[in-house]
């Protein structure tokens, strides 16, 4: 293969066949010298005490043949300064099955097969191509990349059916390269909650001591492996993993009596760049991030410039994305959209732990203040307990270029006690800036289908809360606490049972010049639903907004509760107006 970051084989390259005898010798190439091998049998023979060394500049093909395990040291080491490069012209069919607890995995591979060792990097260069390596049960990771190695991984290579109790499949302190290829069906078998990464562990701690690594993912897929926390990638050690491209897809981490994080990726103490590729399908057995999670208490950064985090399950908090108290970053490269969707968050079915919130992005404190959100579509995920969308405790600003639609589905339960609330945002804290964009098509909420004010403090200021439906009440905006500011913009076309637009029951509500609460539907409060006392409307107007239904059909623009609450007594809602308009309602 050419190209860049190839090796080119010389069209002149004269190729030397080896076999068990040169690799009873422990020795294969010669320092300063370049030399193409090819394998002519099976190589299944003891490693002696250090495994086997490879000098020089050494290109193998395995031309259909396997380096298997026999007795001796399980290792495979390119000496310092050397460079291996490990290939295969075979095409024959071959498979392997990996068992990860109860999951069953099956996967196909082409040409020959390095069976039971693991690959030590040190001051040297691995390149990987058509290869696969399988069956390596140990201790340690299979390939071992250490300070100042680098690792380069093309199409056709396979790291397939590996498990190890304390390391991950790919170990990086050194530079690793995905160009293409797979790495699958790996685990770590360890149950801990501070080790992680069934496919790649990126930098290392110990102790005080901390050893950063780089990976660079340009294609290639990490699925189906398993870790106690990143079930995918794990970064850690102040290292940084850039992803441009490939997939991240089906890994998973351990469920227990415990909070794990990260099913596709965990960053703990690093740095994550997304500028494009899929994190997908991953899920956490019992804790946060089901695509991304970066963990609270470490300095943890995320950058995403593009790329899809999609059909993620947290059983927690966070089923695309987990942050609380690191950095997070969505900054779209010009002319990208970043794409967040289809993500649920469950919850954990551990006894004690955290309900689902946040199917989207669970945003709890960011050390980086506010999170803008501009060309981002959050769309089609849901939560089992609130923020189908979003859950926000953090200062977030809606720009006019993003959107938070279709969130919701399946919220809502019919035989649980608890009712799910906020279909697009669930707003627990912090300020939400609605600057433009919309909150639109979020339904089957039980309240709040938009919008769920909990706490800090909401600014519709421009943009639109439309579209949205709920089974009870609020089907733009439920007001429960905090405050909501309408200062423009428009609610407008929600539906609910009851307060098609606005549910308001506690915490304050202002109704200022420019903003316009319009078309929305309820058998009672179509506009507006009052219960609380602080609410006041000083400009704008309600309009067009249609009380229906069989039966007890009142208030189309506004409609004021008076009601006996149990251990309360008599609640009164209180409308203040001292400008703008309700008309045509």
């Known amino acids: 293969q050419t190209g860049t970051g190839h090796e080119k084989i010389p069209d002149g390259a004269v190729w030397e066949g080896i076999g068990n005898r040169e690799f009873e010798t422990c020795e294969i190439g010669k320092e300063g010298e370049t030399h193409y091998y090819y ?160 496919g790649v562990k990126v930098g290392h701690t110990a102790g005080n001591s901390a050893w950063a690594g780089t990976f660079n993912m340009h294609g290639g897929t990490i699925q189906d492996n398993l870790a106690d926390n990143g079930g995918g990638v794990y970064v850690t050690g102040g290292s940084t993993f850039n992803m441009h ?5 089906n890994n998973s981490t351990h469920g227990g009596g415990w909070q794990n994080y990260g099913g596709g990726v965990l960053v703990q103490s690093g740095t994550f760049n997304m500028y494009g590729g899929t994190i997908t ?35 927690g908090y966070g089923g695309g994305i987990y942050v609380n108290g690191s950095t997070l970053n969505i900054q779209p490269d010009e002319g990208k959209v970043i794409s967040i969707t289809g993500n649920k968050a469950f919850d954990c079915p551990t006894e004690g732990h955290q309900t689902g919130r946040g199917g989207g992005m669970y945003l709890g404190n960011l050390a980086n203040g506010t999170l803008t959100l501009d060309q981002v579509n959050i769309s089609n995920n849901t939560a089992e307990d609130c923020g189908g969308g979003l859950f926000v405790s953090c200062n977030v600003d809606l720009e006019d270029g993003a959107s938070i639609t279709g969130n919701g589905e399946g919220l809502v339960n019919a035989t649980s006690s608890a009712h799910m609330n906020g279909g697009g945002v669930y707003l627990a804290g912090g300020t939400f800036n609605l600057k433009g964009g919309e909150i639109s098509g979020n339904n089957d909420v039980y309240n709040g289908a938009g919008v769920y004010v909990a706490g800090g403090t909401f600014n519709l200021n421009s943009g639109k809360i439309n579209g949205n439906k709920a089974q009870a009440y609020g089907g733009g905006v439920y007001v429960a606490g905090g405050t909501f500011n309408l200062n423009g913009g428009e609610i407008s076309s929600n539906e609910a049972s009851f307060a098609g637009g606005m549910n308001y029951e506690g915490g304050k509500v202002t109704i200022n010049e420019g903003s316009t609460i319009s078309g929305n539907t309820a058998t009672r409060g179509a506009g507006i639903m009052v219960s609380g006392d602080n609410i006041t409307m000083s400009g704008g107007i309600i309009t067009g907004n249609r009380a229906k239904g069989n039966q007890y059909k009142n208030g189309g623009g506004v409609y004021i509760v008076q009601y006996t609450k149990q251990g309360t007594g008599v609640i009164t809602g209180v409308f203040t107006m001292t400008g703008g308009k309700i008309t045509g309602n």
């Not at 491209?245 to 897809?249: E, R, S």
């Open 245 to 249: 491209g490939g997939t991240i897809q």
């Open 39 to 198: 394998l002519t049998e099976n190589i299944k023979c003891s490693t002696g005490y250090y495994g086997i060394y490879f000098y020089g500049n050494v290109v193998l093909c395995l031309n259909g043949h396997n380096i298997e395990f026999s007795d001796g040291q399980r290792r495979l080491t390119p000496k310092d300064n050397a460079t291996l490069t490990i290939c295969d012209c075979n095409t024959e069919k071959h498979s392997v099955d990996a068992e990860i607890y109860d999951k069953q995995y099956h996967y196909t591979y082409y040409g020959g097969a390095i069976k039971g060792f693991r690959i030590d990097i040190s001051g040297s260069v691995l390149n990987l191509y058509n290869c696969t390596i399988t069956e390596f049960h140990n201790n340690e990771s299979v390939i071992d990349i250490s300070i100042g190695a680098t690792l380069n991984m093309y199409n056709g290579a396979n790291i397939l059916g590996n498990g190890e109790e304390y390391t991950s499949a790919v170990s990086v302190i050194g530079t690793f390269n995905m160009y293409g290829g797979l790495i699958a069906g790996n685990y770590r078998s360890s149950i801990s909650s501070t080790s992680g990464g069934g």
């Open 281 to 315: 399908g991953n899920q956490t057995g019992s804790g946060n991030g089901g695509g991304l999670a970066l963990r609270e208490g470490t300095q943890s950064t995320a950058n995403i410039y593009g790329g899809t985090i999609s059909d993620n399950i947290s059983h």
